[in-house]
């Protein structure tokens, strides 16, 4: 069974930067993609961030670009994100999630996009951020 893994997030000082990992192990088991999304109180789930293994390509919302960076390790199903300069806005429940290779085709032939919740099989529990100034 794949089990998602985050790890890191606490408090973090309104303008640091907010440094997650996430591990997928279990299986067998490989993704094509990782990514990032998170909760704030009250609001509904919200995509963060996404890697593309195969063609390197990362995706990011637009409430973080240019402050987030995302990468990681395909082989260890391993994915990271730094979030710089935080904002009350940022705090938030962070979840990982991965996307299975065995659906990889099926969601390039429907052109899922890397921003959908629906491409990732697997979710981890979620990782408390709170931004505090």
């Known amino acids: 069974q794949v089990q998602v893994a985050e790890s890191g997030g606490g408090l973090v000082q309104t303008g640091a930067s907010l440094k997650l990992s996430c591990a997928a192990s279990?299986?067998?088991?490989?993704?094509?993609?990782m990514g990032w999304f998170r909760q704030a109180p009250g609001n509904e789930r919200e995509f963060v961030a996404a890697?593309?293994?195969?063609?390197?390509?990362?995706y990011y919302a637009d409430s973080v670009k240019g402050r987030c960076t995302i990468s990681g390790d395909r082989h260890k199903n391993s994915v990271f994100l730094r979030v710089d300069s935080v904002e009350s806005e940022d705090t938030a429940v962070y979840y990982c999630?991965?996307?299975?290779?065995?659906?990889?085709?099926?969601?390039?032939?429907?052109?899922?996009?890397?921003?959908?919740?629906?491409?990732?099989?697997?979710w981890g529990q979620g990782a408390r951020v709170t931004v505090a100034s």
């Open positions: 999630a991965a996307a299975d290779s065995l659906l990889q085709s099926l969601h390039q032939a429907q052109s899922t996009p890397y921003q959908s919740e629906g491409l990732y099989n697997y």
């Open positions: 279990g299986g067998p088991f490989a993704s094509f993609a």
């Open positions: 890697i593309s293994w195969s063609a390197g390509d990362t």
